[in-house]
């Protein structure tokens, strides 16, 4: 089946500093979507991208949809205690209705 | 903001039970899925639904799970005979229609279903 390799698996940084996350796959996606998940929560949707080469913000989070279509990463920028969570992308392939999610990146963020 | 609901948010049972877990979708929502995520790994799918018949489903998703939308607003996953290794969160996700913002899937809280 299709994966997702999500780097780096955990991350600890000191509040301030940016973040930078990548998922990569032999598979070609239509669309790649970051989610955030914290404890005991669902996952929140935080980027969507559509197109291959797109570029995308949403806050202090910037999300790429590669131009080969199998990859995408997420940067945080200035991050603050609030954003501890683990981050998940997915990918969306054409002509089928699930997600295929990676493991997951965990970040920490020390005040 | 209209958000998916799940209840309940934790189901404990025994193991060869039956269990339902319940899920109400984002009110204008024409595609309803169920995942699961065991402790500590990734996010699996299991199915898809639409126009009241599942459009795809995973190699989990044997026949020991069914999907039903016996209302307007509910949507229910039932487990038929609960293993062990069913032990998991399970997110319910629903999506619009239109290739637009909302053209993605958003996911409930989670129900924990912990077989003993």
């Known amino acids: 089946g299709q994966q997702l390799n999500q780097s780096p698996q955990s991350m600890f940084i000191q509040e301030g500093e940016d973040v930078s996350m990548n998922c990569t796959s032999s598979?070609?996606?239509?669309?790649w979507l970051w989610y955030k998940q914290e404890p005991g929560e669902g996952p929140v949707l935080l980027i969507a991208?559509?197109?291959?080469?797109e570029l995308t913000s949403n806050g202090r989070l910037t999300a790429q949809f590669g131009i080969t279509r199998k990859d995408s990463f997420l940067n945080i920028s200035a991050s603050i205690p609030s954003d501890v969570g683990i981050y998940f992308c997915?990918?969306?392939?054409?002509?089928?209705?699930?997600?295929?999610f990676g493991k997951g990146t965990k970040l920490t963020v020390n005040p | 903001e209209p958000e998916v609901t799940q209840t309940p948010s934790h189901q404990v049972t025994q193991m060869g039970q039956e269990v339902i877990l319940r899920c109400v979708p984002i009110?204008?929502?024409?595609?309803f899925y169920w995942y699961r995520q065991i402790l500590g790994q990734k996010v699996e799918f299991l199915v898809s639904?639409?126009?009241?018949?599942?459009?795809?489903k995973s190699e989990i998703f044997d026949d020991q799970f069914s999907v039903e939308r016996p209302d307007g607003s509910n949507f229910t996953l039932k487990i038929r005979s609960t293993k062990l290794e069913d032990s998991a969160m399970y997110f319910c996700?629903?999506?619009?229609?239109?290739?637009?913002?909302?053209?993605?899937?958003?996911f409930g809280p989670g129900t924990r279903l912990t077989v003993l």
């Open positions: 996700a629903s999506r619009g229609m239109t290739r637009t913002s909302t053209d993605t899937q958003y």
């Open positions: 598979s070609i996606f239509n669309t």
């Open positions: 991208l559509y197109k291959a080469g």
């Open positions: 997915a990918g969306q392939l054409g002509g089928s209705e699930k997600l295929v």
């Open positions: 009110s204008n929502h024409l595609y």
């Open positions: 639904f639409y126009n009241n018949e599942i459009s795809e």
